[in-house]
């Protein structure tokens, strides 16, 4: 497993997309649509503000849900503390949103997933329901409400 290094506060689950290429800005355009979507859908006055370095950041995505995010070259690692599954989510569909708006769908890339240390594709997590990469109802109800915030959300 990989290092957080400015990210260390956070512990948890760990998972990271990786890009053949990633221009610069795309870390920065997901680290505001997150500040921007834990303020739209504030759960109570617990979420802090993010703390921003060059390259990474901290934030709390909901009330239970602390994640370290960073860039690596061409990967964006991150590790976050409870609601894994959400987090994954919410952060690939802020990275779609981006590819779409600001990189006229050019931007590919994986999602890769820790399980038991060993890198593992996310739809094969999810295929075959290790947790905590597969989703219950709960969460499928919170990145719902993340889709009408990207609707209604400019970049």
């Known amino acids: 497993s990989t290092t957080m290094a400015k990210s260390d506060s956070v512990v948890g689950h760990r998972f990271r997309f990786e890009f053949d290429y990633l221009p610069d800005g795309v870390l920065e355009r997901i680290i505001c649509l997150c500040v921007n979507f834990v303020d739209s859908a504030r759960e109570s006055s617990k979420e802090s503000a993010p703390i921003l370095h060059k ?23 991150v590790a976050v503390s409870g609601g894994a599954a959400f987090a994954v989510r919410v952060l690939e569909r802020m990275l779609k949103r ?9 931007l590919k890339w994986k999602v890769l997933v820790d399980n038991k240390g060993k890198d ?22 919170l990145a719902t409400n993340y889709d009408s915030f990207l609707a209604s959300t400019f970049i």
């Open 98 to 106: 981006v590819a779409e708006d600001a990189m006229h769908n050019r």
């Open 120 to 141: 593992m594709e996310l739809s094969e997590a999810k295929r075959r329901k290790i947790a905590p990469w597969f989703e219950d109802i709960e969460e499928k109800n």
């Open 55 to 77: 390259n990474s950041a901290i934030m709390q995505l909901k009330d239970d849900c602390k994640a370290g995010i960073r860039r690596v070259e061409n990967t964006i690692e």
